[in-house]
């Protein structure tokens, strides 16, 4: 092998094993973060038992449970890589998808404007068809 393959090897090689650590801060992180949310989704169901307006209480709930659900979708994108050395779409996808219902949760709760509304809406169906695609890709693959 001529010394500059060899140099290139190597680089290549630190510079994977870096972006591997840093994946795995990230695991750690991520793992970390949904405990907290998870946490917190008990300290709002707790303030729901002695809430007086259940509505809010309820859509305070599912704020957190969704968040919760967004960590772990996005950490389970970073748990895809260590197993197929790929970066895993769809969870990515999924935790968009999330993001959207959490901010349509909030339209009954806040003013929205009719466009904001509609610009929630069409994310969701552009990611929605983004997983039906990118699902019968994978399944051809």
Same mark, same amino acid.
């Given at each position: 092998?001529?010394?500059?393959?060899?140099?290139?090897?190597?680089?290549?090689?630190?510079?994977?094993?870096?972006?591997?650590?840093?994946?795995?801060?990230?695991?750690?992180?991520?793992? /970390?973060?949904?405990?907290?949310?998870?946490?917190?989704?008990?300290?709002?169901?707790?303030?729901?038992?002695?809430?007086?307006?259940?509505?809010?209480?309820?859509?305070?709930?599912?704020?957190? /449970?969704?968040?919760?659900?967004?960590?772990?979708?996005?950490?389970?994108?970073?748990?895809?890589?260590?197993?197929?050395?790929?970066?895993?779409?769809?969870?990515?996808?999924?935790?968009?998808?999330?993001?959207?219902?959490?901010?349509?949760?909030?339209?009954?709760?806040?003013?929205?404007?009719?466009?904001?509304?509609?610009?929630?809406?069409?994310?969701?169906?552009?990611?929605?068809?983004?997983?039906?695609?990118?699902?019968?890709?994978?399944?051809?693959?």
């Amino acid at each position: 092998m001529t010394p500059l393959k060899t140099r290139a090897d190597t680089a290549i090689s630190a510079i994977s094993g870096a972006t591997l650590g840093i994946y795995l801060l990230i695991a750690l992180s991520l793992s /970390l973060l949904a405990l907290v949310s998870f946490y917190d989704v008990a300290l709002q169901v707790a303030a729901l038992i002695r809430a007086e307006d259940m509505t809010q209480g309820v859509l305070q709930v599912l704020h957190a /449970l969704l968040l919760t659900l967004i960590i772990v979708e996005i950490l389970e994108t970073v748990t895809a890589y260590f197993r197929t050395n790929r970066v895993q779409v769809t969870p990515i996808l999924i935790a968009g998808i999330t993001a959207m219902v959490r901010r349509v949760l909030t339209f009954g709760v806040e003013p929205v404007e009719p466009l904001d509304i509609g610009m929630t809406l069409a994310a969701i169906l552009v990611l929605t068809v983004a997983i039906v695609f990118i699902g019968r890709q994978e399944r051809t693959d």
